[in-house]
Protein backbone atom coordinates (compact mmCIF):
# COMPACT_ATOMS: atom_id res chain seq x y z
CA UNK A 1 0.00 0.00 0.00
CA UNK A 2 1.38 3.50 -1.08
CA UNK A 3 2.45 5.75 2.52
CA UNK A 4 0.16 8.79 1.60
CA UNK A 5 -2.61 6.32 1.25
CA UNK A 6 -1.75 4.82 5.29
CA UNK A 7 -3.77 6.26 8.02
CA UNK A 8 -1.51 7.83 9.74
CA UNK A 9 -2.98 7.96 13.20
CA UNK A 10 -2.10 4.27 13.27
CA UNK A 11 1.06 5.01 12.97
CA UNK A 12 3.41 3.43 15.89
CA UNK A 13 0.62 1.54 17.53
CA UNK A 14 0.98 -1.91 18.00
CA UNK A 15 -1.08 -3.95 15.63
CA UNK A 16 -3.69 -5.68 17.82
CA UNK A 17 -2.76 -3.96 21.11
CA UNK A 18 -5.95 -2.32 23.13
CA UNK A 19 -4.78 0.93 21.91
CA UNK A 20 -5.13 0.08 18.57
CA UNK A 21 -8.45 -1.02 18.78
CA UNK A 22 -9.20 1.71 20.45
CA UNK A 23 -7.94 3.84 17.48
CA UNK A 24 -9.75 1.79 14.99
CA UNK A 25 -13.13 2.27 16.70
CA UNK A 26 -13.23 6.25 16.99
CA UNK A 27 -11.98 6.14 13.17
CA UNK A 28 -15.30 4.07 12.30
CA UNK A 29 -17.19 6.15 14.64
CA UNK A 30 -15.48 9.22 12.77
CA UNK A 31 -16.30 8.10 9.14
CA UNK A 32 -19.87 8.60 8.23
CA UNK A 33 -19.56 6.28 5.07
CA UNK A 34 -17.33 3.79 6.95
CA UNK A 35 -20.32 3.73 10.18
CA UNK A 36 -22.70 3.33 7.65
CA UNK A 37 -21.18 -0.03 6.71
CA UNK A 38 -20.64 -1.54 9.92
CA UNK A 39 -24.13 -0.57 11.12
CA UNK A 40 -25.14 -2.72 8.23
CA UNK A 41 -23.43 -5.67 9.18
CA UNK A 42 -24.66 -5.46 13.03
CA UNK A 43 -28.37 -5.08 11.68
CA UNK A 44 -27.94 -8.25 9.76
CA UNK A 45 -25.68 -10.25 13.01
CA UNK A 46 -28.27 -8.79 14.96
CA UNK A 47 -30.71 -10.06 13.00
CA UNK A 48 -29.07 -13.65 12.57
CA UNK A 49 -28.93 -13.90 16.12
CA UNK A 50 -32.60 -12.56 17.14
CA UNK A 51 -33.96 -15.65 14.76
CA UNK A 52 -32.21 -18.33 17.57
CA UNK A 53 -34.08 -19.86 20.25
CA UNK A 54 -32.73 -18.47 23.05
CA UNK A 55 -29.55 -19.03 23.93
CA UNK A 56 -26.17 -16.31 24.80
CA UNK A 57 -25.07 -13.84 22.15
CA UNK A 58 -21.26 -14.29 21.21
CA UNK A 59 -19.11 -12.19 19.70
CA UNK A 60 -15.72 -13.46 18.54
CA UNK A 61 -12.67 -11.07 17.49
CA UNK A 62 -14.49 -8.11 18.23
CA UNK A 63 -11.52 -5.71 18.07
CA UNK A 64 -12.27 -2.68 17.28
CA UNK A 65 -15.93 -2.65 17.17
CA UNK A 66 -19.13 -1.27 18.56
CA UNK A 67 -21.48 -4.24 18.73
CA UNK A 68 -21.94 -3.90 22.61
CA UNK A 69 -23.25 0.11 22.00
CA UNK A 70 -25.88 -1.53 20.41
CA UNK A 71 -26.89 -4.92 22.01
CA UNK A 72 -25.85 -4.44 26.09
CA UNK A 73 -26.51 -8.08 26.10
CA UNK A 74 -24.12 -9.00 23.58
CA UNK A 75 -20.99 -10.90 25.15
CA UNK A 76 -18.16 -9.51 23.19
CA UNK A 77 -14.38 -10.75 23.32
CA UNK A 78 -11.25 -11.21 21.52
CA UNK A 79 -8.41 -12.94 21.98
CA UNK A 80 -5.84 -10.16 23.34
CA UNK A 81 -6.84 -8.66 27.11
CA UNK A 82 -8.37 -5.54 27.77
CA UNK A 83 -10.30 -4.92 24.21
CA UNK A 84 -13.56 -6.41 25.42
CA UNK A 85 -15.57 -8.65 27.49
CA UNK A 86 -13.93 -12.03 27.69
CA UNK A 87 -10.23 -13.24 26.26
CA UNK A 88 -12.42 -15.80 24.08
CA UNK A 89 -10.38 -18.39 21.39
CA UNK A 90 -12.92 -19.65 18.60
CA UNK A 91 -10.73 -23.03 19.11
CA UNK A 92 -11.81 -23.02 22.66
CA UNK A 93 -15.20 -21.52 23.68
CA UNK A 94 -15.68 -21.49 27.03
CA UNK A 95 -19.45 -22.02 27.55
CA UNK A 96 -21.45 -24.86 28.15
CA UNK A 97 -22.75 -27.04 25.88
CA UNK A 98 -26.29 -25.88 24.15
CA UNK A 99 -26.17 -22.75 25.97
CA UNK A 100 -24.90 -19.85 23.63
CA UNK A 101 -27.95 -18.74 20.60
CA UNK A 102 -25.24 -17.12 18.43
CA UNK A 103 -21.71 -16.99 17.66
CA UNK A 104 -21.24 -13.19 15.67
CA UNK A 105 -17.91 -12.45 13.32
CA UNK A 106 -16.35 -9.63 11.40
CA UNK A 107 -13.60 -10.57 9.37
CA UNK A 108 -12.64 -12.82 11.94
CA UNK A 109 -13.25 -16.08 10.21
CA UNK A 110 -10.32 -16.01 8.03
CA UNK A 111 -8.11 -15.19 11.04
CA UNK A 112 -8.79 -18.62 12.62
CA UNK A 113 -6.17 -20.94 12.33
CA UNK A 114 -8.16 -24.45 12.77
CA UNK A 115 -11.61 -24.04 11.66
CA UNK A 116 -12.78 -27.35 12.19
CA UNK A 117 -11.47 -27.26 15.80
CA UNK A 118 -13.84 -23.76 15.81
CA UNK A 119 -16.59 -25.53 14.41
CA UNK A 120 -16.64 -28.87 16.23
CA UNK A 121 -16.58 -26.03 19.48
CA UNK A 122 -19.85 -24.41 17.82
CA UNK A 123 -21.51 -27.55 17.17
CA UNK A 124 -21.17 -28.57 20.81
CA UNK A 125 -22.12 -25.31 22.34
CA UNK A 126 -24.66 -23.93 19.75
CA UNK A 127 -28.51 -24.67 20.80
CA UNK A 128 -30.53 -26.56 18.31
CA UNK A 129 -31.41 -23.82 16.01
CA UNK A 130 -28.45 -21.10 16.68
CA UNK A 131 -26.91 -19.37 14.40
CA UNK A 132 -23.15 -18.93 13.40
CA UNK A 133 -23.14 -15.28 11.27
CA UNK A 134 -20.26 -14.12 9.62
CA UNK A 135 -19.24 -11.01 7.42
CA UNK A 136 -16.32 -12.51 5.31
CA UNK A 137 -14.01 -11.40 2.17
CA UNK A 138 -15.77 -12.31 -0.80
CA UNK A 139 -14.36 -14.22 -3.80
CA UNK A 140 -15.59 -12.23 -6.89
CA UNK A 141 -12.88 -11.17 -9.07
CA UNK A 142 -12.44 -7.33 -7.87
CA UNK A 143 -12.20 -9.06 -4.31
CA UNK A 144 -9.35 -11.31 -5.49
CA UNK A 145 -7.56 -8.75 -7.36
CA UNK A 146 -7.74 -6.29 -4.54
CA UNK A 147 -7.21 -8.58 -1.47
CA UNK A 148 -4.35 -10.41 -3.44
CA UNK A 149 -2.29 -7.65 -4.25
CA UNK A 150 -2.93 -4.70 -2.34
CA UNK A 151 -3.81 -5.77 0.80
CA UNK A 152 -1.67 -6.70 3.68
CA UNK A 153 -3.29 -9.69 4.65
CA UNK A 154 -2.61 -12.97 2.30
CA UNK A 155 -5.66 -14.48 0.32
CA UNK A 156 -4.51 -17.37 -0.89
CA UNK A 157 -7.18 -19.08 -2.52
CA UNK A 158 -5.17 -21.93 -4.04
CA UNK A 159 -4.15 -23.41 -0.83
CA UNK A 160 -5.47 -26.72 0.02
CA UNK A 161 -5.76 -26.31 3.35
CA UNK A 162 -8.06 -25.23 5.61
CA UNK A 163 -5.75 -24.80 8.73
CA UNK A 164 -2.15 -22.22 8.75
CA UNK A 165 0.09 -21.57 10.90
CA UNK A 166 0.03 -18.61 12.99
CA UNK A 167 2.35 -16.45 15.19
CA UNK A 168 0.69 -13.20 15.10
CA UNK A 169 -3.51 -12.95 15.26
CA UNK A 170 -3.87 -9.63 13.01
CA UNK A 171 -1.93 -11.10 10.19
CA UNK A 172 -1.55 -14.10 9.89
CA UNK A 173 -4.60 -15.48 8.19
CA UNK A 174 -6.08 -16.48 5.20
CA UNK A 175 -8.60 -13.58 3.39
CA UNK A 176 -9.74 -16.62 0.80
CA UNK A 177 -11.18 -19.10 3.62
CA UNK A 178 -14.53 -18.68 3.43
CA UNK A 179 -15.09 -19.01 0.02
CA UNK A 180 -12.80 -22.06 0.54
CA UNK A 181 -14.71 -23.74 3.00
CA UNK A 182 -17.83 -22.85 2.06
CA UNK A 183 -17.53 -23.12 -2.01
CA UNK A 184 -14.98 -24.48 -3.32
CA UNK A 185 -15.01 -27.14 -0.58
CA UNK A 186 -18.68 -27.12 0.30
CA UNK A 187 -19.32 -30.97 0.02
CA UNK A 188 -16.28 -31.66 2.55
CA UNK A 189 -17.63 -29.16 4.66
CA UNK A 190 -20.80 -30.74 4.54
CA UNK A 191 -19.33 -33.98 5.44
CA UNK A 192 -17.52 -33.36 8.51
CA UNK A 193 -20.47 -30.55 10.17
CA UNK A 194 -23.86 -32.58 8.69
CA UNK A 195 -25.34 -30.29 11.88
CA UNK A 196 -24.84 -27.52 9.74
CA UNK A 197 -26.56 -25.90 7.39
CA UNK A 198 -25.95 -22.93 4.99
CA UNK A 199 -28.38 -20.89 4.74
CA UNK A 200 -26.99 -18.00 3.01
CA UNK A 201 -24.11 -16.34 1.36
CA UNK A 202 -25.01 -12.80 0.02
CA UNK A 203 -23.17 -10.65 -1.53
CA UNK A 204 -22.66 -7.15 0.34
CA UNK A 205 -22.93 -3.00 -1.16
CA UNK A 206 -19.16 -2.62 -1.56
CA UNK A 207 -18.46 0.83 -3.05
CA UNK A 208 -18.77 3.16 -0.73
CA UNK A 209 -16.71 0.91 1.95
CA UNK A 210 -13.96 0.76 -0.45
CA UNK A 211 -14.20 4.42 -1.15
CA UNK A 212 -13.63 4.98 2.64
CA UNK A 213 -10.45 2.83 3.45
CA UNK A 214 -12.16 0.68 5.88
CA UNK A 215 -10.10 1.08 8.93
CA UNK A 216 -6.08 0.85 7.78
CA UNK A 217 -6.28 3.74 5.22
CA UNK A 218 -7.17 7.30 5.09
CA UNK A 219 -10.80 9.26 4.88
CA UNK A 220 -10.58 11.03 1.73
CA UNK A 221 -14.28 12.07 1.08
CA UNK A 222 -15.90 15.22 1.65
CA UNK A 223 -18.88 15.30 3.58
CA UNK A 224 -20.86 16.84 0.71
CA UNK A 225 -20.54 13.71 -1.25
CA UNK A 226 -21.67 11.09 1.30
CA UNK A 227 -25.19 11.37 -0.18
CA UNK A 228 -23.93 11.27 -4.12
CA UNK A 229 -22.24 7.87 -3.49
CA UNK A 230 -24.54 6.31 -1.20
CA UNK A 231 -27.20 6.83 -4.23
CA UNK A 232 -24.01 5.28 -6.76
CA UNK A 233 -23.76 2.61 -4.36
CA UNK A 234 -27.27 1.39 -5.12
CA UNK A 235 -26.86 1.95 -8.74
CA UNK A 236 -24.11 -0.49 -8.93
CA UNK A 237 -26.04 -2.81 -6.72
CA UNK A 238 -26.30 -4.87 -9.99
CA UNK A 239 -22.76 -5.42 -10.53
CA UNK A 240 -21.85 -7.09 -6.83
CA UNK A 241 -21.72 -10.63 -8.41
CA UNK A 242 -17.58 -8.61 -9.76
CA UNK A 243 -17.15 -6.28 -7.60
CA UNK A 244 -18.63 -6.88 -3.74
CA UNK A 245 -15.75 -7.30 -1.39
CA UNK A 246 -17.37 -9.43 1.49
CA UNK A 247 -20.51 -11.64 1.70
CA UNK A 248 -22.16 -12.23 4.81
CA UNK A 249 -22.76 -16.05 5.54
CA UNK A 250 -25.24 -17.51 7.79
CA UNK A 251 -24.64 -21.03 9.46
CA UNK A 252 -27.53 -22.53 11.36
CA UNK A 253 -27.04 -25.92 13.70
CA UNK A 254 -29.83 -28.13 12.86
CA UNK A 255 -32.55 -28.95 15.49
CA UNK A 256 -32.50 -32.65 14.16
CA UNK A 257 -36.12 -32.86 15.36
CA UNK A 258 -36.53 -30.25 18.55
CA UNK A 259 -39.29 -28.42 18.00
CA UNK A 260 -38.07 -25.30 17.58
CA UNK A 261 -39.99 -22.44 15.64
CA UNK A 262 -38.01 -20.96 12.69
CA UNK A 263 -38.93 -17.85 10.79
CA UNK A 264 -40.21 -18.73 7.08
CA UNK A 265 -37.03 -17.87 4.82
CA UNK A 266 -35.35 -18.72 1.40
CA UNK A 267 -31.56 -20.09 0.89
CA UNK A 268 -29.39 -17.34 -0.51
CA UNK A 269 -26.51 -18.39 -2.01
CA UNK A 270 -24.92 -16.01 -4.27
CA UNK A 271 -21.44 -17.05 -6.20
Known sequence: MPAFLKEKSLLG??????GFFARQKALILSRPLLKRCYDDWYRRLLGD????PGGLMVELGSGGGYLKDIEPSAITSDVV?????????????????????????IHVFHHIPDVEGFFREARRALVPGGVISMIEVAHTPFARLFFKHFHHEPYEDGSQQWSFAQEDSMMD???ALSWIVFERDRKRFEGLF???EIEIMELMPWFTYFLSGGVTMRYMIPGFLDRPLILAERLLAP?????????????RKKTQGVGVERPAMESQRTK
Open 81 to 105: PDVADRVIDARKLPFEDKSVGALLL
Open 49 to 52: ARSA
Open 173 to 175: SNQ
Open 194 to 196: PDF
Open 239 to 251: FASAFSLYWQIRL
Open 13 to 18: IQPGSP
